[in-house]
């Protein structure tokens, strides 16, 4: 089993609608990343949650560090939302070796 | 301000070559990190450098080594190329270790034949 589960797979979803991509992990940890991957390969940070609930305009992350579980909703989706979503854990005491997980590709269609 | 910066975008070697990937952080970012990504594969840790210093790798051969350079600038070398090093390279920077956001570069994609 992986250390960090990433659901559902796979996306689709049309423009507008509200759109949730969820996290689980298995293992102990000092933050959580939500990044995004368009195709190409780039790579944008979206948020680092160690606590709590962060919002960037239409995007929310969410995080249950008792039940080991996190969340990135996106509201009003967009083509342009169009994208791989990984979650990435820090696990204490691992010095800064990020462990992801297998990414949320989402498509957003008109 | 410059983002992570990147180099060479592509590059193609043979089995047995060596390849040398380049990555400027972000000016201040002292911690840079890289990290693996095969075809059909998800992001793999490789390394992290630290004022010049390895501070960790992830599990990966001896033939991936690097070094940070005192600009803070970091190369990536792997020796003895193998088809499975194909592979799309991500350098990471951040300012804080452990509790800094990290941001990325383009990558380098190393295509091995």
């Known amino acids: 089993k992986n250390e960090v589960e990433q659901s559902p797979q796979n996306l689709t979803a049309q423009e507008g609608e509200f759109i949730t991509i969820n996290c689980s992990y298995s293992v102990g940890i000092s933050a959580l990343h939500w990044l995004q991957q368009h195709p190409g390969g780039g790579i944008v940070s979206l948020f680092m949650l160690s606590s709590g609930k962060k919002k960037h305009g239409r995007l929310i992350a969410t995080i249950n560090i008792q039940e080991k579980h996190s969340s990135l909703h996106i509201t009003a989706s967009h083509p342009r939302d169009s994208a791989v979503y990984i979650c990435a854990v820090r696990a204490t005491g691992t010095a800064s070796k990020l462990t992801f997980g297998t990414g949320t590709r989402l498509q957003v269609t008109l | 301000e410059a983002g992570v910066t990147q180099s060479p975008t592509h590059l193609i070697k043979t089995r047995g070559q060596q390849a040398t990937l380049r990555c400027s952080p972000i000016s201040g970012h002292t911690s840079v990190y890289w990290y693996q990504q095969a075809l059909g594969l998800g992001l793999q840790f490789l390394l992290w450098y630290d004022e010049g210093e390895e501070r960790n790798r992830g599990n990966f051969p001896p033939r991936f080594s690097g070094r940070q350079f005192p600009n803070y600038s970091s190369e990536l070398n792997v020796n003895a190329l193998e088809l499975e090093d194909s592979a799309l390279y991500l350098c990471?920077?951040?300012?804080?270790?452990?509790?800094?956001?990290?941001?990325f570069g383009e990558g380098s994609r190393l295509t091995v034949l």
């Open positions: 990471a920077s951040s300012l804080q270790v452990n509790t800094g956001e990290l941001f």
